[in-house]
């Protein structure tokens, strides 16, 4: 069989791949000698590389070779770089993740929902600790009522105009009493001529009247009482139908 017949510029071409790699590693032995502090010769720069691929060249096909072309000389760069990328595994694409930042990333979410785990349970202690009081104070204001009741009785069985100092003492203190409750958050609920409103109100009688509308409440049977925005008690109210 017969031997194929190198062309030209196919031996140039390897010429000038060996020339560079001849260059790069006499560049390579250099720096390795001024690491360790001996005298480093100067370094082959590009017109030394392109002095030795004509070089190369000459003795290859012999006579003058043509200086190198771009695209040789980039074929080169490549070769002698893929070899360093393939062995470090570090290319620009190739880049491994550090297991420090995924670590980091984890307890940071895991702190996060931390976090919001503690302020909802926060809210909802706040939450349930408010409601717990005022159900306490609730029933503790609806024990009061019927002494609130007793006062109004008494008071208003006194003869006008013949009131004595202990009917006065007895007034003061039912006013007091009255404005720590309001203090407290208690008030009356609004029911003689109020529409009924069994949200608000308890019909116990029904009665008609013909000066009164539907369902107004004529009469109030025993006053009610809100804490806040909470009933505790209703109030007992006739109403007309």
């Known amino acids: ?32 000698a001024g690491e360790n502090g001996e005298t480093a010769e100067e370094t082959a720069g590009p017109e030394d590389i392109e002095e030795a691929v004509r070089t190369e060249a000459d003795g290859e096909t012999g006579r003058e070779a043509d200086p190198p072309t771009k695209d040789a000389v980039e074929a080169a760069d490549t070769a002698e770089a893929d070899p360093g990328q393939k062995e470090s595994g570090k290319g620009i694409f190739h880049k491994k993740k550090d297991p420090r930042d995924e670590k980091i990333a984890e307890l940071t979410d895991r702190v996060t929902r931390q976090m919001a785990e503690f302020d909802n349970f926060r809210k909802r202690t706040e939450k349930e ?49 009255i404005t720590t409750l309001t203090d407290l958050g208690v008030s009356p609920i609004e029911a003689l001529g109020q529409t009924f409103d069994p949200e608000l109100h308890n019909a116990v009688m029904h009665v008609d009247d013909e000066n009164a509308g539907e369902n107004e409440i004529v009469e109030e049977l025993q006053k009610g009482y809100r804490f806040h925005d909470r009933v505790i008690r209703h109030s007992m109210v006739k109403v007309a139908n």
Do not use: C, H
């Not at 069989?1 to 196919?10: Q, R």
């Not at 790069?24 to 032995?29: C, D, H, P, S, Y």
């Not at 306490?136 to 009741?149: H, M, N, Q, R, W």
């Open 1 to 32: 069989m017969a031997e194929e017949k190198k062309t030209p510029e196919s031996s140039n071409e390897e010429a000038v791949k060996e020339a560079v790699r001849e260059a790069r590693e006499e560049a390579k032995k250099q720096e390795k």
């Open 129 to 177: 600790k408010n409601a717990s009081f005022e159900m306490g104070a609730s029933a503790i204001v609806e024990k009061i009522l019927p002494v609130v009741d007793n006062f109004e009785r008494g008071l208003s069985l006194l003869p006008e105009g013949e009131a004595d100092a202990f009917a006065e003492g007895m007034d003061k203190i039912y006013k007091q009493l």
